[in-house]
């Protein structure tokens, strides 16, 4: 069984910083891509980042564009998003994932982290 484990989520005020970092098993799994997801309550979960192992692409949604950045440590086995300039709006579990596709085709998920962002 896979395991991904998230770390990192918290309450922060507006116009804070948050970093999420997943430990991954490493380039074992076949996986094309290492990812973000999040869902709010009441709302359905939805794509924030992904970073693909093999080479430098990223891809983000539309409201992660600009204050999100994801990375990856391949001598560590982990992804990090960097999350800065954090809205309400950005209250949500932020889900680790690895996936066949950028956007969805999920393998793998992790347990989830609880991200507040108070106003």
């Known amino acids: 069984q896979v395991q991904l484990v998230e770390s990192g989520g918290g309450l922060v005020q507006a116009g804070g910083s948050l970093r999420l970092s997943c430990a991954t098993p490493?380039?074992?799994?076949?996986?094309?891509?290492m990812g973000w997801f999040r869902q709010a309550p009441g709302k359905e979960r939805e794509f924030v980042a992904a970073?693909?192992?093999?080479?430098?692409?990223?891809y983000y949604a539309d409201s992660a564009k600009g204050r999100f950045t994801i990375s990856r440590d391949n001598a560590k086995n982990t992804v990090t998003l960097q999350m800065t300039s954090l809205k309400p709006d950005d209250t949500a579990v932020y889900y680790c994932?690895?996936?066949?596709?950028?956007?969805?085709?999920?393998?793998?998920w992790g347990q989830g982290t609880q991200v507040t962002v108070s106003s």
């Open positions: 994932a690895a996936s066949r596709a950028p956007t969805g085709t999920v393998d793998y």
């Open positions: 490493g380039r074992t799994i076949s996986s094309n891509y």
């Open positions: 970073i693909r192992w093999s080479g430098a692409s990223r």
